[in-house]
Nanobody, 121 residues
Framework: QVQVVESGGGLVQPGGSLRLSCAAS????????MGWYRQAPGKQRDLVAL???????QYADSVKGRFTISMDNAKNTVSLEMNSLKPEDTAVYYC???????????????WGQGTQVTISS
């Protein structure tokens, strides 16, 4: 099995910054990509950003230029640096790990418990 744990959520004023971190551990054979998703009240869960071990990244249009995702391949961790935060960024942020677990030949999605990010004055 794999464990996915997020940290770093909290309350920040508009225009402020926040950094989220996520650590994956357990019987991980390989990771295809790690990423962050978010879900606001009454909304669906949407992709924020993802990154591959090779460094390829993808961002939602709404966060492009404000958020930066990074990954430490050796430690199986991923971070999301969030700058110029807006009230519409308020959501529960979830870490996602996609890869092969143990001897399973199929790639699976593994999720953290989520961390609350609130942008308010």
């Amino acid at each position: 099995q794999v464990q996915v744990v997020e940290s770093g959520g909290g309350l920040v004023q508009p225009g402020g910054s926040l950094r989220l971190s996520c650590a994956a551990s357990g019987n991980i054979f390989s990771i295809s990509h790690m990423g962050w998703y978010r879900q606001a009240p009454g909304k669906q869960r949407d992709l924020v950003a993802l990154i591959t071990p090779g460094g390829r990244t993808q961002y939602a249009d709404s966060v492009k230029g404000r958020f930066t995702i990074s990954m430490d391949n050796a430690k199986n961790t991923v971070s999301l640096e969030m700058n110029s935060l807006k009230p519409e960024d308020t959501a529960v942020y979830y870490c996602n790990v996609n890869g092969r677990i143990g001897s399973n030949q199929y790639k699976t999605n593994n999720w953290g418990q989520g961390t609350q990010v609130t942008i308010s004055s």
